[in-house]
Every structure is written in C-alpha cells, then in structure tokens.
C-alpha cells in the first residue's frame, strides 16, 4: 500500500483524432463529360452501399465496447484503439496530492528498516538503476517523483528514541508529521513549527526547505541537530555539526540528492497551548501595524484577497499562564458566516443554468451546500467559471465577508491550531526573499504585495484568494531559499494559487495554462526586483531551452551548486538518487 501516495491501477486511453481534406476538383472544359455506363455505375453503388453497412457495424460495435460498464479495477482490461495492452501488475502509477504530476513505474522500494534500505541503495547502485528518494508525494512539483523508480520510507516511520530533558526526539524518516507529534506529545514536547498540513513525512519536510510562520522561527531544516543518510558511494554515514558539518548543514537540505535520510535527531520544544486570533485588516492599517505584528507575534501570516482591500491576519501566541485565554463572544454563527457564500453559490447556479452553461444537475442544492466547509464551497463556486475574471472577483468579495463575519479567538494544542486548510487540488507558487531584520525590517514584503495585486488588475488575471504571506527566520542550510550567514536576518514566504475545482480534463488544462501565464508575470516582473527565489517542492523545470539555461544560471547565483553537485559527485556517482528535476536544475560535467 503507497501510503499517501495517490497510486492507481488504471491508464486513460488516448484517442487520436483523425481529420481528411476533401479532395476537390472542377471540370475546366465547356463540354459535359461522358456519362458513366449503367454497369459500372450499379457496381459503385453496391460497394458503397456495403462499406456503409461495415462501417457501421464496426463503429457500434466500438461504441458498445467502449461505454460498457467495467468495475474501477478492471479498467485497464479495456482494449485500446490501435494498440491493446493491459495495464501490467507490476506497474504503479503514482501522483501528487493535486494530480498536476504524474509517472508510472514498476520499481517502488517500500523498505520496514534500515537494513532493507541500504540493501535496496547497494543494489541499484551497482546496477546503475535509479531509485529516486520520494516521500508522501505532497510536492506540488513532484520533486520526489522518477519513471525509473522510487524509494519510499512509509514503512519506516517509528520513534526510536526520547530524551525528555534535553526535548530531542530521534525517528525515521518515513515518519509523518502527525504520527511524530501524537507520538511525543505524552513527554510534553512538540515540533518548533508546523507547514500547513500534517501528511509529510518528516524526510521529505526537511529536505525541501518546508517551513511554518513567524519571524522568530527557522524553517524545519534548522531543527534538525543530527541525521542518518544512506548513501550509494559511502554507505551509511552520521552527520551532525560536530561530525562533518559542512556536508551536514548541505544535506540538511539536500533535495534527496546527497542520500536517503533515514533516521533525524529533532530539536523540540515545550508542548503549549496557542491562542489563535483570526480578524480582518486593510493594507493602510498593515502598513502601521506591520513592525509591531512581526515582533510581538510568534507566529503571524497574512492572507490577501485580490480585487479587495481586505488582508485576513491570524496570529497565535501561548495562552498567557496569568490571564488565560481571551474572552470572546463572536457575532455570528458559523453559519451565519456561510450564509453569504451559499446564497452566492445558489445565484451563480440559476445565473450558468439560465446561460445554458454547464452547471451542477438541480437535486438538493440547499442540503448538499448546508454540508459543505467554507473551502468546499469555495470550489463548487469557482468550478462554475474558474476563469472568469468577475466570476472570480464575486467569489473573492464573498470570500472577504466570510472572514469578516469569522473574526475570533481559538484556542487548542501548537499542533492543533498551526495548520491551515489550504482547499482542493491546485497549482501554487511559493517565493521567498529576504526583508530585513526583525528589528528593521525593510517593509519590502508589503511593497511586493502591493506591486503583485497591481499586477493582477493591470493583467486582469482571474487570481483566486487567497496570496499568502508567512515568515521565518533564516536557515543555515545553504541549500534552503532562506539561508544566511546574518543570524538576525528574516525572510517573507508568499505563495499564488489557482485550484483545480473540476475533473475535466479540458478546464484543467486551460486553468493550468492560465495559472503559468500568472506566474510568469510574477516572475518577469516581480523576482528579480526583490530577490525572490521559488520553494523546491513548487519551482517547475521550464520546456523552453533558453528558459531553463536562464533558470540554471539564477539558481547559481543565490545557491552553492558547485559544492552541492560535488557532494553529489561524491556521494551518488551514478546519480541513482537524481530525476529529471534534479538533473536539469543542476546539470553535471566531468569537471565539477
């Protein structure tokens, strides 16, 4: 069983579409031609006559096979026009959470312990066969994904060790975030921070960079104080900043290029209850509160509505042990908040219906929506016309009364209160670009929201809700987007979207195409200014040649590739433990 791995036992058919030219031609003599004899003319008739009968008997019988009612797991016993091959049992299709990234593969490595794995590293090794390191598959770049095969520690996934006292806790890689954090949570201690969802596997976290919110906090790759690697040149090798700390601080971050990380020493804190204060604000008074926002807060973000002057801001900070937590009576219901958000939903259903435009069937619209989040609702909204600008604009407004009426307190566990819905399948781009210290900080991470949400009207680029800002201290891991030799020096994090509300394949495409367009505007117009570079598990290979030479070239100068693909060099000569991303992003010579 892939664990968290979207893995499927099925192959869409492709059907090529054929079109012909007639072939025309017109008499050029005055003179009619001769009539064909009656003879010749019968036997033409006769054969078209039977050809129509074939081809209509060919076509049915087509047609009948093809809408035939076969079980999900019998599908790929279905024939394939011009080339017939059932799905062999050995192959895995493996995917991201939002689907955007796909491969097949019939080597998918799930080792149950150390042993296993650096067995399954030896042997692919020696054979020279690739068997790219992949964790719970949430990337949304797939970075972790390889047709030649993967290596994935679902299985691995224990806490071996506790030390109460010093709050470390030693695990294995495969361990997810939530089972780490209901493991430890008996000692008192828990993660420094948390990214917006809990199914990573704690590898695959710190090997992108993966980081949480708030000004004072690393990304999760500075927790680490020690790790196991398993690597195809060297074998099992301990790092720590006392054993070979430059190869330690790089495989910290490593990409899954270095080795496997097998086993990690995590730095932890105390076990606390959060307070977590959700209101809405406006870009004027952000400007005049922003300093005192960062300082005072231990963990702060900022969602921005486009189209709308509303900024959501969530803050969360430890119950006060004197004063407890804040007394609130919130305005309204949980409903009531919702209330908008349906009645829009049931008006732009009438609205598409009435235009002929394809729409959800009638049923019991006021039932289903009454069941749904917020976030369910959002989709079923954008999914009516995800690339309507004004469309998009109703949502975003509806959006924004939504969290007016939301304004509150709410109080739970860091584990509990540090995670973020982020809605259905989408596309997302993340930056990160330094802003100062936290003593002065440069305001540029609010001059790039304003330059951004002038973009987007400028370009009219149906931009859903919400762009968020979070922030973190740096890393000393030269390899993360954060990393800095100044130890007071802060970094923003915002992130564009666009979801995938609809399985069909037509929309997909065209929501993607539109979703690139966006981000190569950011790109072109907003990256270079303020120094901003993409989060690994979200940066896409360009197909353009002189794009991805453009790309290499930018990822040199902020990132030390030389000293990584040296590493790399050392480690995994064969590059058994490197995929398409990995190879185009930091091309290889003999020379390195």
């Known amino acids: 069983m892939l664990r968290a791995l979207i893995a499927k036992r099925s192959l869409h058919s492709l059907f090529p579409r054929h079109g ?3 072939n025309i031609t017109r008499h050029l003599s005055t003179s009619p ?11 033409q008739a006769e054969l078209r006559k039977y050809l129509g009968y074939g081809a209509l008997v060919i076509f049915c019988g087509v047609s009948t096979y093809y809408s035939f009612p076969f079980p999900e797991n019998a599908k790929h016993k279905k024939a394939q026009i011009f080339r017939y091959a059932p799905l062999p049992e050995d192959l895995h299709t493996v995917s991201n959470w939002s689907g955007t990234h796909e491969v097949q593969t019939r080597v998918f490595h799930q080792p149950e312990n150390i ?6 590293v030896k042997e692919a090794n020696e054979k020279k066969t690739r068997i790219r390191p992949v964790g719970s598959g949430l990337s949304p770049n797939g970075i972790g994904l390889s047709r030649a095969g993967m290596v994935n520690l679902a299985l691995m996934d224990k806490v071996l060790e506790v030390d109460k006292e010093k709050k470390r806790v030693r695990v294995q890689a495969g361990i997810r975030v939530q089972e780490l954090v209901d493991g430890i949570k008996d000692y008192g201690i828990t993660l420094q921070n948390f990214a917006s969802i809990r199914e990573q596997q704690i590898g695959g976290i710190i090997q992108v960079g993966a980081h949480g919110t708030g000004a004072r906090l690393p990304p999760i790759d500075e927790q680490i104080v020690s790790m196991k690697l398993v690597t195809p040149a060297k074998g099992t090798i301990e790092l720590s900043k006392e054993k070979d700390p430059e190869l330690f601080y790089l495989a910290r971050c490593g990409l ?10 995590i730095q932890c804190v105390e076990r606390l209850e959060l307070v977590e204060h959700t209101f809405i604000s406006t870009m004027e008074d952000i400007k005049k509160n922003h300093k005192k926002l960062l300082s005072e807060n231990k963990h702060v973000k900022y969602l921005y509505i486009p189209y709308t002057d509303a900024v959501v801001v969530v803050t969360c900070n430890p119950v006060s042990k004197w004063k407890g937590a804040p007394k609130f009576n919130p305005k309204y219901t949980s409903d009531e ?3 908008h958000v349906r009645d829009l939903y049931k008006e732009s259903l009438r609205k598409y219906r009435a235009r002929d435009i394809t729409a959800p069937s009638e049923g019991n619209v006021e039932q289903d929506i009454n069941d749904l989040s917020f976030t369910e609702l959002r989709d079923k909204l954008l999914a009516l016309d995800p690339l309507n600008k004004d469309h998009v604009i109703q949502v975003n407004q509806a959006e924004a009364e939504f969290w007016r009426k939301s304004e509150g307190y709410r109080v739970g566990w860091s584990d509990e209160i540090l995670g973020f819905d982020c809605g259905g399948q989408q596309w997302v781009s993340e930056t990160c670009f330094p802003v100062g210290t936290l003593s002065k900080p440069n305001m540029k991470d609010l001059q790039y929201i304003e330059d951004l949400k002038k973009l987007i009207e400028k370009e009219k680029v149906p931009a859903p809700s919400p762009i968020e800002q979070r922030w973190s201290a740096c890393s000393k891991s030269p390899m993360s987007p954060a990393s800095s030799s100044s130890d007071d020096e802060i970094f923003s994090w915002v992130g564009i979207i666009m979801y995938l509300p609809t399985t069909d394949a037509r929309q997909r495409k065209e929501i993607t195409e539109e979703f690139f367009h966006y981000r190569h505007l950011t790109q072109s117009k907003l990256w270079g200014r303020y120094s901003a570079y993409e989060h690994w598990a979200k940066i896409e290979v360009p197909k353009d040649k002189d794009e991805l030479a453009a790309l290499q070239e930018r990822l040199r100068k902020r990132f ?5 693909n040296k590493a790399r060099k050392e480690l995994d000569p064969n590059k058994i433990l ?10 290889m010579s003999d020379t390195v």
Do not use: H, M, W
């Open 20 to 22: 012909s030219k007639p």
């Open 578 to 587: 490197s995929n398409n991303k990995i190879d185009k992003f930091f091309p």
């Open 115 to 120: 042993g296993e794995l650096e067995r399954v």
């Open 560 to 564: 030390p590739v030389d000293a990584y």
């Open 337 to 339: 908040a919702l209330q």
């Open 33 to 43: 031609p001769p009539p064909p004899s009656s003879s010749s003319s019968s036997s």
């Open 256 to 265: 899954g290029g270095l080795g496997v990380v097998a086993e990690v020493t």
